[in-house]
């Protein structure tokens, strides 16, 4: 067994495997026994910290000490405010990492310290290093960032070694879209082209029908958001569950709760049918189809050559994006493993690669650079001189690692410096692309405009970029390697994140099911009948009492008691230890 894990790090939900020498890829189950954690993070009134399955329940009764879909503010300057404190998107995810990492941990048997994660093949270069912060912050040496497509195209590479066919990779995730284009032949997957949206997923969807919903029922939802946190998040909540039940029925009934989140027993609702709901989901249909053409066109291909379409992401179970792909291709997408589950088991293959485990040694990966790397140039128009402009060396979708070389020239006589701007991006103006560092040349022998500088770039499967500026006529060689702070963190502040994020409290491990039953019933006593409240709340109160009580017998007595009164009222809880 390799001793490096691979995680899905999720918008919605995470993940992590490892890969077994027997069965391959494994999933590993956290505390409370199921193989995915609820990327969300709580705050407690007392400074400790929740994660997964109890911070998520926590985020429908508490939203202002609750932090979810923080993936999509990686690399940027943005804080989430938990109670009276503010988190970056890095110390966030670091703490789901952490979480993710203890729970390996203890089903492992011994101390995890290197993984593989995975990002949206569409993140640039500030999402990438805030990913690898979050692994640092997490205690974690984090040996690759792996495209998520590519992760699940590993696991199906790994279950079809004989397999010889080009597929198509539709990842729709909580937050993220990509699409990877990629031929699977004698052990060999080849990425050919991606492409996607680092703001698109699964909860644009709910989100979309929790604003409908709002609007139908005479609110505003920018002042209900705002001013009616509950109701928002409880109608959020029904909503998601929502978007689900119409993968399998026609018409579901939204209940509508009050200001304060509950919900009347004979209370107003909402139907929505399931041609209602892609009506409302048609611009965000819209939203796939460039993605998915622009791959196809980098790769040359067309939907008819497509074999097989592999759904990878937990968004991609709605019947409408079924439908939508059915259309598109002219033929059925296919989901032989679980696709909330493919790109953690990927990432675990990725790992087992890495590690040189005999089981994969005839596996053979090549990956692409999904976005253009360049420069910024000058251009002569007339009788001036105009910057900004955008000079591809290695274009979007070259297969890495790879290295390229491009000539650019002096623009004046005598020009003795030049500032090789480098840049990542698509766009004909490089202020629309992002800056990722800059090269000084200088010692350039004086001479007429036009003196030759020749770029080369260099960059490989890490990410790395290696830039390179050599002067023709001289010889000399000016060379850098970009690594890439995060965005708005320097090396001191790094470090004290890092202490800031050791200092933090964490919730023990082996309450983290009972935090879980505790805030299940305290969101159930918002939809009791009121004669039973009384009797919920007093056994809710006991229970919570016994959580920090040493006497175990006690504890155990008014957990049973509690979930005793919870089924007489008809709201069973799933024990974890049952998952």
């Known amino acids: 067994m390799t001793r490096i894990v691979g995680i899905d790090l999720g918008t919605t939900n995470s993940?992590?495997?490892?890969?077994?020498?027997?069965?391959?890829?494994?999933?590993?189950?956290?505390?409370?026994?199921?193989?995915?954690?609820?990327?969300?993070?709580?705050?407690?009134?007392?400074?400790?910290?929740?994660?997964?399955?109890?911070?998520?329940?926590?985020?429908?009764?508490?939203?202002?000490?609750?932090?979810?879909?923080?993936?999509?503010?990686?690399?940027?300057?943005d804080h989430r405010p938990l109670g009276d404190q503010k988190f970056s998107a890095p110390e966030l995810s670091s703490v789901i990492l952490k979480t993710l990492v203890q729970d390996a941990r203890a089903h492992?048997?011994?101390?995890?310290?290197?993984?593989?994660?995975?990002?949206?093949?569409?993140?640039?270069?500030?999402?990438?290093?805030?990913t690898k912060l979050a692994g640092e912050l997490a205690g974690l040496k984090v040996r690759r960032i792996i495209n998520e497509p590519t992760a699940a195209a590993l696991t199906y590479g790994y279950h079809e070694k004989e397999a010889d066919k080009k597929i198509l990779v539709f990842d729709l995730g909580g937050g993220t879209f990509d699409v990877t284009l990629m031929e699977i032949f004698e052990g060999t997957l080849e990425i050919i082209a991606t492409a996607g949206r680092s703001q698109l997923g699964g909860e644009d969807f709910t989100e979309s029908l929790t604003r409908h919903v709002l609007t139908e029922a005479g609110m505003e939802p920018e002042r209900v958001e705002e001013l009616e946190p509950l109701r928002y998040t409880r109608l959020r909540k029904l909503c998601e569950q929502a978007k689900i039940q119409l993968s399998d029925e026609e018409e579901v009934k939204i209940a509508l709760p009050d200001a304060e989140g509950k919900l009347a027993e004979n209370g107003d609702d909402i139907t929505i049918t399931r041609a209602a709901f892609a009506d409302l989901c048609a611009p965000l249909l819209d939203r796939l189809k460039q993605p998915i053409a622009r791959t196809l066109r980098d790769g040359e291909c067309t939907p008819n050559e497509v074999q097989d379409i592999i759904l990878v992401g937990g968004a991609t179970r709605m019947y409408l994006v079924h439908q939508f792909l059915a259309d598109y291709f002219g033929k059925q997408p296919m989901c032989k493993h679980n696709p909330d589950e493919v790109v953690a088991m990927g990432a675990a293959v990725q790992a087992a690669l890495m590690d040189d485990h005999e089981a994969v040694e005839e596996m053979v990966m090549t990956d692409v650079c999904p976005f253009t790397l360049g420069v910024e140039v000058s251009k002569r128009?007339?009788?001036?001189?105009?910057?900004?402009?955008?000079?591809?060396?290695?274009?979007?979708?070259?297969?890495?690692?790879?290295?390229?070389?491009?000539?650019?020239?002096?623009?004046?006589?005598?020009?003795?410096?030049?500032?090789?701007?480098?840049?990542?991006?698509?766009?004909?103006?490089?202020?629309?692309?992002?800056?990722?560092?800059?090269?000084?040349?200088?010692?350039?022998?004086?001479?007429?405009?036009?003196?030759?500088?020749?770029?080369?770039?260099?960059?490989?499967?890490?990410?790395?970029?290696?830039?390179?500026?050599?002067?023709?006529?001289?010889g000399l060689k000016f060379q850098t390697v970009l690594t890439h702070h995060v965005k708005g963190l320097n090396e001191q502040e790094i470090q004290r994140a890092v202490d800031r994020m050791q200092e933090v409290k964490f919730y023990p491990r082996d309450e983290l099911r009972h935090q879980h039953l505790l805030h299940y019933a305290e969101q159930v006593i918002g939809e009791v009948n009121p004669m039973e409240r009384e009797r919920l709340e007093e056994a809710l109160d006991q229970f919570e009492q016994a959580l920090f009580d040493t006497d175990r017998e006690l504890f155990e007595h008014r957990r049973g008691l509690l979930l005793e009164t919870l089924d007489n009222m008809g709201y069973a809880f799933d024990d974890p230890e049952d998952l």
């Open 381 to 474: 128009l007339g009788s001036s001189v105009r910057d900004g402009y955008y000079l591809p060396i290695i274009h979007r979708n070259t297969t890495v690692p790879v290295s390229k070389e491009e000539v650019v020239a002096t623009l004046y006589d005598n020009q003795s410096q030049v500032m090789v701007k480098v840049y990542q991006g698509e766009s004909r103006k490089t202020k629309e692309n992002l800056m990722l560092g800059e090269l000084e040349v200088n010692g350039i022998p004086p001479g007429p405009a036009g003196q030759p500088i020749y770029i080369r770039f260099t960059y490989d499967m890490n990410g790395i970029l290696e830039v390179e500026a050599i002067v023709h006529d001289s």
């Open 15 to 77: 993940l992590c495997a490892v890969f077994d020498a027997h069965q391959g890829p494994v999933l590993i189950p956290n505390a409370v026994g199921s193989v995915l954690t609820p990327s969300v993070v709580g705050l407690l009134d007392d400074g400790r910290i929740l994660t997964g399955y109890p911070a998520r329940e926590m985020s429908v009764t508490r939203p202002e000490r609750t932090a979810a879909r923080f993936k999509r503010f990686m690399g940027t300057d």
């Open 108 to 130: 492992l048997g011994y101390q995890v310290t290197d993984a593989v994660i995975t990002v949206p093949a569409y993140f640039n270069d500030n999402q990438r290093n805030a």
